[in-house]
């Protein structure tokens, strides 16, 4: 794949990743480039290009190396290391690309060694997210595997002295059937490099001749998860580590009055690090550096803040005035048989990933490596590199498979600390933000409020759709049923009241909400069954297939919903993936709601892990679950009021339904990312479910947060 | 600070740690036994739990000198001689994790479950459970992990530990 295809629509893609930074650049001798960045130290690229930009020109500005050697080695023994700037989250990657290589050229998975987010290691990369990993990674790592194996016939060819094309490459050999000869893979490089370069296309293996890519491969290196053997970025120790903490401002925006370290600093062992509103500790072990945070006393000036409650309000004034519908729009709406005008809200969330930020920074003279988890290595690269004003060849950054993410590790915040610690200690320190630091100095899923105008034929025939949305984002914005007049806006809001950024699925999932909900209402407002109310407004082939196969699974029609029990459906598609499901819930007296049951259809062209993509589809409705129904972040003067698991709700055991999960594989057309969009259709599934028991229509996420309880 | 004693997966270690210093920290830091997890600090995911004589108990809200004269076992605890016990074969065999950051926790849990039940009704599962967090969302992986370590014979990994 042509770098150029690589920066398909990835810059509108990359920025809606972005994440807002707050604060200026310090530079560790210049104390007045130092600000806070309500509690932490955050590197504000101002004057550099931000993610968006970057990836704007980013694969300009980062070419992709087109050497075969940049990307696998394979040595004297046939073992192939394979490197890629994409890591590891959960989502099955190291497993599946591995697949994709070893499919390419022919050899056994498990001789295939995958060196992920190092910096030093593999070729720039953005970052993983925007499912970018399976589209875009994956064909590239093919190219260079299918580059690798016909560089080797040739190479056994010249040995041979004979016609290429009449040997073969299979197991890590390459065979002459014709004299039977074989050569092994190490036997051909004898570890040297492939110095080759590859440009343009090279015809790859299709699906349906797949062997080891499209089947099940286990979690590579499974056992080292089920024995605690694996180093998560949390858990990386260095010799003479000294653990750091940092003390937060009492609220977000928050200026510096006053501070006493006198009682930290006598601690035994401790050493206190000021740099301009920035203080932390550093000490032998993490429960001292706990200690001696905590005996520093520091007052904070807060500005006053809004609340949660006044949010939806604050976000509507803030974007008003925006584009009015254009006068087509409003013909088809005027000649509507009837019309439906909705608005719906989605709360700040977090997500919440169960390993929080943490951070080894070590200083070797002027070079500084640090361990951290992170979706975006070379993003943190470049934030350690401003901040302490050094070349980026002089900082590596390494992204030890981490307990992941899921949007929400992009920022480099407690790498930068981390970082300015160790270079105050002079010693390698660890770092690793507690469950409140995370849910509060991490950044949010951004809030929004979405409306929708609609107009439809009594016959069901949909004849306009304006979708706004405010704050939240524009992924999944489009409306993918036929509709002659349809508009899709979003508005952005300056300076929203807390840092958001980046979520699986970004705002596809608002935008899915809201859209499937308005649909649900339609359909039930001109009489017709929710399914067939869809089919008769769509045409995309792939969406109505996932739709019927929910359907069909769920056996949706078999039975009436009831006062105590719903049925509900939603579809939708993004990013490549198409995505059904169909909810079963369960309502008792006291207006507590059960799901009980899921069936989620899901079709991302040809599947390359069958076993990871269920386990993702699987996790994904349980995900959504939490934020379809409970998760919610409350916040008031600068402050998160619930930034604990005692206080923020999240999906738990006996919160998952029974799920199955059908997946439709279609070989005939590339693999898209499947990490996200699995996510989406659960909520409007639930609430329609709800519609359908109750008559009460839940146009906010979480739903389950005023009439009714979960 | 306080001196004590800790027997861990079957060895004495004479720590030096904070009088109020939690298991977890002490199980972390000062040993370097990383498998147990911080995921909240507060005994409500899950992620840091080990066994104190065989029952399931959060290391981070257990104080490390409390647990002195009991026999703790981590998740580095149940592998005897390169064997895995049922347990973890089960989460193998089954894919019980995505990121896995949950599972040595997920899998203490489900070890005490099995010592004290080892045929659990789905209730007792639940019960036992509940308290452990994954945010990647894999719990019907896990029951069915759960599930299939309780039909399994127990291996000599468990035979050791037990
Ligand atoms: S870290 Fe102990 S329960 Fe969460
Ligand atoms: S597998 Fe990621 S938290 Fe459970």
Redesign the interface.
Known sequence: MPARELQDGFATEAAQHDVPRQLRAFALDRRDFLRLCGGGLLVCLAGEPSLAQESGGGWGRHPLPEQISAWLFIDAHGKVTVYTGKVE????IRTSLAQSVAEELRVAFDTITMVMGDTDLVPWDAGTFGSRTTPTMGPQLRKMAAAARSLLVEKAAQQWKVDPATLVAANGNVTNPAAAQTLSYGALTQGEKLTATVDGELPLTPATEWKIAGTPV??AD??D????????P??I?RPGML?GKVVRPSGFRATLVSVDTSAAEKMPGVQVVRDGDFIGVVAP????AE?AAAAIEAKWAVPAQISNTELFADLKKRAEGGAAAGGDMEQALAGAEMKMDAEYTIAYIQ??????RAAVAEWDGTHLTVWTGTQRPFGVRDELAQAFRLPGNQVRVLMP????G?GGKHSGECAVECARLAKAAGKPVKL?W??EEEFTWAYFRPAGVISIRSGVRHDGTLIAWAQTNINSGPSGIDTPYNVTAKAGDFREVEDPPLRQGSYRALAATANHFARESHMDDLAHAVNMDPLEFRLKNLTDARLRAVLQAAAQRFGWGRQASSPQRGFGMACGTDKGGYVAACAEVEIDAARKVRVRRVVQAWESGAIVNP?GLR??T??????AMGGGLFEEIRFASGKILNP???EYR?????D?PE?EVVLLDRKDIPSAGAGEIGIVALAPAVGNAIFAATGERLRAMPMAAGKFRA | MAEFTLKVNGSEHRVN??SE??LL?VL???L???????????G??G?CTVLLDGQPALACITLASGAAGQKIT???G??RNGE?CHV?QA??HE?A????????GM?MAATGLLHAHPHPSEEQ??QA??G????????????AAIHRAAQAAPTEADDARA
């Open positions: 989250v959960g989502q099955n286990p979690k499974g056992r998860f089920v024995t605690g053997r694996h180093k998560y949390s858990d120790v653990y072990d993490g429960w001292t200690k997500h919440a990933p169960l390993e929080p498979d981490m307990g992941s899921y690793v507690t469950r076993d386990n993702q699987m996790g994904a409705i349980v995900q604990l698991f005692s999240v999906p738990r055991f006996r998952t799920i | 740690a904070g210093e939690s920290s972390r830091d000062r370097q036994l990383t498998g147990t997890k911080y995921g909240c600090g507060e409500q995911c992620a981590t998740i580095e149940l592998e895995l973890q989460f193998l894919g994790f995505q990121c896995a950051y949950c599972t040595s899998i599962i639940l459970m509940n452990n967090i994954c945010r990647c969302g894999t719990y019907p992986r896990i029951l």
